[in-house]
């Protein structure tokens, strides 16, 4: 074979694979700012839902804030699920929190307690907060005997990532890549033999 085929086959090669990187982790910023209503079913953000995990006699129980979110632990309230819409699992980093002693726990049972009125500060989670399906959002209910004894917090600029994956396309372009240089090979060889 001469080196001007061997060097197109290279270069038809090292194209196949430079196109098959994986895609980096997308860092995604939940700010809440197109919010609005009272009592809401849900909201959706950037590929993110946020749902109340019960719902009231009279529809959904999210309290929507001037650009944040809301939970209170007045008797009858009930805790929020964060989670992606496709069900994917992604990174918790941290979140803006102003408030009351709220739980966070993750569905691989990761905790993370805050204690105490807090004002706004941004919270930074564990590791333990990464590669999760959801997140539930606790408060507790300072008496829980007085159903007027309530507390509040809110979340703000939610950070998240979503890991990454290789590209379906990137791939198939690599499997083809390779295809096509071992056939080239193969013709090669028949010919010289």
Same mark, same amino acid.
């Given at each position: /074979?001469?080196?001007?085929?061997?060097?197109?086959?290279?270069?038809?090669?090292?194209?196949?694979?430079?196109?098959? &990187?994986?895609?980096?982790?997308?860092?995604?910023?939940? +700010?809440? +700012?197109?919010? @609005?209503?009272?009592?809401?079913? %849900?909201? %959706?953000?950037? &590929?993110?839902?946020?749902? %109340?995990?019960? $719902?009231?006699?009279?529809?959904?129980?999210?309290?929507?804030?001037?650009?944040?979110?809301?939970?209170?632990?007045?008797?009858? %309230?009930? #805790?929020?699920?964060? =989670?992606? @819409?496709?069900?994917?699992n992604?990174?918790?980093?941290?979140?803006?929190?102003?408030?009351?002693?709220?739980?966070?726990? !993750?569905?691989?049972?990761?905790?993370?307690?805050?204690?105490?009125?807090?004002?706004?500060?941004?919270?930074?989670?564990?590791?333990?907060?990464?590669?999760?399906?959801?997140?539930?959002?606790?408060?507790?209910? #300072?008496?829980? +005997?007085d159903?007027?004894?309530?507390?509040?917090?809110?979340?703000?600029?939610?950070?998240?990532?979503v890991?990454?994956? #290789?590209?379906?396309?990137?791939?198939?372009? *690599?499997?083809?890549? *390779?295809?096509?240089? /071992? !056939?080239? $090979?193969?013709? !090669?060889? =028949?010919?010289?033999?």
């Amino acid at each position: /074979m001469d080196a001007f085929k061997l060097l197109r086959r290279l270069a038809l090669a090292a194209a196949f694979l430079f196109g098959a &990187g994986a895609a980096s982790a997308a860092i995604i910023v939940i +700010d809440f +700012d197109e919010i @609005e209503g009272i009592y809401i079913d %849900s909201y %959706s953000e950037s &590929g993110y839902i946020f749902t %109340s995990l019960e $719902t009231l006699p009279g529809g959904g129980h999210l309290h929507p804030g001037a650009s944040s979110l809301w939970l209170h632990s007045q008797f009858g %309230s009930s #805790p929020y699920q964060i =989670r992606r @819409e496709d069900n994917a699992n992604f990174d918790l980093l941290g979140f803006e929190y102003e408030g009351g002693t709220s739980t966070f726990i !993750a569905d691989n049972g990761a905790t993370f307690n805050i204690v105490g009125e807090v004002p706004l500060t941004f919270v930074e989670l564990p590791a333990s907060f990464q590669n999760v399906n959801y997140v539930n959002w606790y408060m507790t209910t #300072p008496d829980p +005997d007085d159903i007027f004894g309530e507390d509040w917090a809110s979340i703000d600029n939610v950070v998240t990532r979503v890991p990454p994956v #290789p590209e379906p396309a990137h791939a198939g372009m *690599l499997g083809l890549g *390779l295809a096509a240089v /071992m !056939a080239a $090979t193969r013709r !090669a060889r =028949r010919k010289q033999g």
